[in-house]
């Protein structure tokens, strides 16, 4: 793999895993009251389905824009409050209270910074980090162990029909590289531009995050990390493998998750026997 693009890969995982894990360690903190998607109950498995199934609405409606819509306006203005909203998540907690107005100041800056240099890389994977670190930190803070790891297969065993049978995520993720969304991550390299979808980065967040939910309960912070810690850096290695493919093979797509949810497994069975979960 090109060094430049290993670098940049590692730099915008560890920087959105870290952000997302303070964010979800905050949440806890704070005992903000955990919801499912279906019912309150976070443990209950059925909020899975319903999860994949919000996935399944919001793709097909993208889809449908992407066929139908030839405009930018209605695209930026789903970033726009994409954007907002989870950076608010993220910058409420890492800025003290007394400075609040600083912590709204921020995702505002942002967004109109987005809206004027539509064109800048840097602040596009900065929406990114910042998106997926605060969605990914909500998700896996409101989500149990059993409903997150349900959801990581269903999702993995869609990646794969979407990828390789349907194609429409391929469909999906080329309208949305065209529009320059902060949905994407940005990885430029002298010959090439790879683009990562931020779900590569929200779904191992989103179990990171529940991982970490757990082990408090039984841990002081510096033991409580060390689950959520190895099970990350498991996906990690799993996404470098498959963009190292990507890498090797331009134009042929596929499926990271499949292949993280995999590892993130093994990391979590091995954390388990170390007694650190």
Sequence with gaps: MNKKLLLQLISLFLITQMLGLYTGYSL?????????IVNDNPDDPINSI????????????LLLILKFYKGDLLFIAMESILVFLTSLIVFGFLIPEKYGLIALILPIALVLSRLIFRKNLLLRNLASVLAAAGAGALIGYNF????????????SGYDIIAVFYTKHMVTLAKGITKKNLAFTFALPTQNHQFELGTGDMVIPLVFGVSVLTETTKHFVLSFALISPIIVLWGSLVGLILTIHYSSQNVGKALPALPLQTVIMFLMLGLCIAMNVF
């Excluded at 319903?50 to 409606?61: E, K, R």
């Excluded at 149990?144 to 999702?155: H, K």
Aim: charged share 10%.
């Design 50 to 61: 319903g999860l994949f199934i919000y996935i399944l609405v919001f793709t097909g409606i």
């Design 28 to 36: 806890i903190s704070f005992e903000v009251e955990r919801e499912g």
């Design 144 to 155: 149990g162990i059993i409903p997150v790891s349900l959801f990581l297969v269903i999702l």
